[in-house]
């Protein structure tokens, strides 16, 4: 038997339950990651609830990045590479190609305008001299291409799993999940955002001064505009050879009323517009 084989075989019975009964509880090394973070927070007899983007820069083999895989393909991830391994006495030498490796990764949305170079930590399962499942990490240079969306996949030839004989190593995969950002929502290639009108602003129209990820601009607010009324501005959103649109959503801003002042513009209103916002609702 080959010594890695039987090493293998020969790993102590409490060491397998060790690693199932772990698996079992946390769903596996990814969310045992995700219970680490999570620190002294989580209490025996608990339902264990990951935070969000626990998977977040964690590499795995395969090809599901929904954490489905069950122990038989966890345990072959892990072990199964020792069991291909020839014998000495085999004829033929083995050859194959490495694995290809997966990740999620969180990436600013700020840098998909211009593209940029970023450091990123993966986390990955392996043996160490024990048997026993331990983390390892590595630190790579990943380039963002301008206009990535989320969901995309960015491919790193020959940084998957190292291949066995004469073949190549696999291939790494990271799919691009973009970080919550302060000001804009994502919707495919379209951004969307708040921009605060005061009342006057929305009744009579004006132009107001507001952001997008390429600078200010002034921007038209028609007469007559209302709550939630959204305002395109044409190829400000995510860029492409067909550039997403950037939607200003209107938020009708109340001045509060906690001056003698401010009340006697509001009563004089309350005097001079017969206004019932109620009237579609019958008695």
């Known amino acids: ?13 409490n060491q397998f339950k060790e690693i199932g009964e772990a698996y079992e509880v946390l769903g596996g090394p990814e969310k045992r990651s995700a219970y680490d973070q999570l620190g002294k927070s989580w209490k025996p007899g608990e339902e264990f609830r990951p935070p969000p983007d626990w998977d977040a820069g964690f590499e795995f083999s395969g090809a599901s990045t929904d954490g489905s895989r069950d122990a038989s393909e966890f345990f072959a991830t892990l072990f ?21 490796h997966h990740a999620k990764i969180l990436v600013n949305l700020r840098d998909i305008f211009d593209g940029a170079i970023r450091e990123i930590t993966l986390r990955a399962p392996e043996l160490d001299a024990r048997g026993h499942v331990v983390l390892r990490e590595r630190t790579l240079s990943v ?10 996949h960015i ?3 020959g940084q998957g799993a190292p291949g066995v004989g004469r073949m190549p190593a696999g291939d790494l995969y ?27 602003e929305a009744a009579l129209g004006a132009s107001v ?27 400000r959103g995510i860029p492409a050879t067909e550039p997403g649109d950037l939607y200003a959503v209107l938020r009708i801003v109340l001045p509060p009323a906690d001056t003698k002042k401010a009340k006697k513009y509001y009563e004089d209103m309350a005097r001079e517009l017969p206004f019932d916002p109620r009237a579609k609702l019958g008695s």
Do not use: C, N
Not at 174 to 200: A, M, N
Not at 210 to 235: C, D, H, N, W, Y
């Open 1 to 13: 038997m080959h010594p890695q084989e039987w090493q293998l075989a020969s790993l102590h019975e």
């Open 80 to 100: 199964g590479s020792m069991g291909r391994r020839r014998r000495p006495h085999d004829r033929a030498e083995f050859h194959a190609r490495g694995e290809d």
């Open 143 to 152: 380039q963002i291409p301008k206009g990535v969306t989320e969901g995309q």
């Open 155 to 157: 491919r790193l030839k």
């Open 174 to 200: 990271l799919e691009i999940q973009f970080e919550p950002d302060p000001l804009y929502r994502v919707s495919g290639r379209d951004l969307y955002f708040d921009l605060p009108v005061t009342p006057w």
């Open 209 to 235: 001064k507001a952001p997008t990820p390429a600078g200010p601009i002034m921007l038209k607010i028609p007469p007559g505009s209302f709550q939630g009324r959204e305002l395109r501005v044409k190829g």
